[in-house]
């Protein structure tokens, strides 16, 4: 079955840089979007970047653009999500997520798949 396994999350300072990995499992890892979510206490789970089966197209939301990148390596199944200049509200549990199909756009709505999530916590 679909795995998704996060890994690289921690505490950091405001400013400071962190990188999330996500490892995935039992499915044709390269046919699918992926996407990077999170969601912080007391608050909806966000769509935070997303990027195409073949890494040749990404989008991020407006509150993260230009700090975040996300990436991807269909060799090593795995998605990263490299974080800089880090603010306190960036805290959160970050979740790897795939589910839309190579041929779809790749929409925050379409996931279904998630894995269990790594904290991330930015002190000021």
């Known amino acids: 079955q679909v795995r998704l396994v996060e890994s690289g999350g921690g505490s950091v300072q405001a400013g400071g840089s962190l990188t999330l990995s996500c490892l995935g499992s039992?499915?044709?890892?390269?046919?699918?979007?992926m996407g990077w979510f999170r969601q912080a206490p007391g608050k909806k789970r966000e769509g935070v970047a997303r990027?195409?089966?073949?890494?040749?197209?990404?989008f991020y939301a407006d509150s993260v653009k230009g700090r975040f990148t996300i990436s991807r390596d269909n060799v090593k199944n795995t998605v990263y999500l490299q974080m800089n200049d880090l603010k306190p509200e960036d805290t959160a549990i970050y979740y790897c997520?795939?589910?839309?199909?190579?041929?779809?756009?790749?929409?925050?709505?379409?996931?279904?798949?998630w894995g269990q999530g790594t904290q991330v916590t930015v002190s000021s």
């Open positions: 997520a795939t589910g839309p199909p190579r041929a779809s756009l790749c929409l925050f709505a379409d996931y279904n798949y």
């Open positions: 039992g499915y044709s890892y390269k046919d699918y979007c």
């Open positions: 990027i195409y089966p073949d890494g040749s197209d990404h």
